[in-house]
Nanobody
Framework: QVQLVESGGGLVQPGGSLRLSCTAS????????MGWYRQAPGKQRELVAS???????NYAGSAKARFTISRDNAKNTGYLQMNSLNPEDTAVYYC?????????WGQGTQVTVSS
């Protein structure tokens, strides 16, 4: 079992930045793929970015060039650095950890981009 806790969300103005954190407890986090999804009101949950245990990253089109995913396995923590935020980035952001057929989710953190 893996427990995930996100932090770092909040209200930011357009063009601003936020860094989300996802801290894991339980089983060996370093062997899991971890990543971030987001869900805006009235929309389906969508993948934002993921990172493998070896550090290979993958980004959705909207996140490329603006977001950076990283992880610190020694701290059991993953990060999502978000720059140049715009109102379309407003959503609840969920981190996940996946290994084979097991997927674990955090409770979500709200990100609101508004002036």
């Amino acid at each position: 079992q893996v427990q995930l806790v996100e932090s770092g969300g909040g209200l930011v103005q357009p063009g601003g930045s936020l860094r989300l954190s996802c801290t894991a407890s339980g089983r060996i986090f370093s062997t899991y793929v971890m990543g971030w999804y987001r869900q805006a009101p009235g929309k389906q949950r969508e993948l934002v970015a993921s990172i493998t245990s070896g550090g290979y990253t993958n980004y959705a089109g909207s996140a490329k060039a603006r977001f950076t995913i990283s992880r610190d396995n020694a701290k059991n923590t993953g990060y999502l650095q978000m720059n140049s935020l715009n109102p379309e980035d407003t959503a609840v952001y969920y981190c996940y950890a996946r290994k084979t057929t097991s997927t674990y989710w955090g409770q979500g953190t709200q990100v609101t981009v508004s002036s």
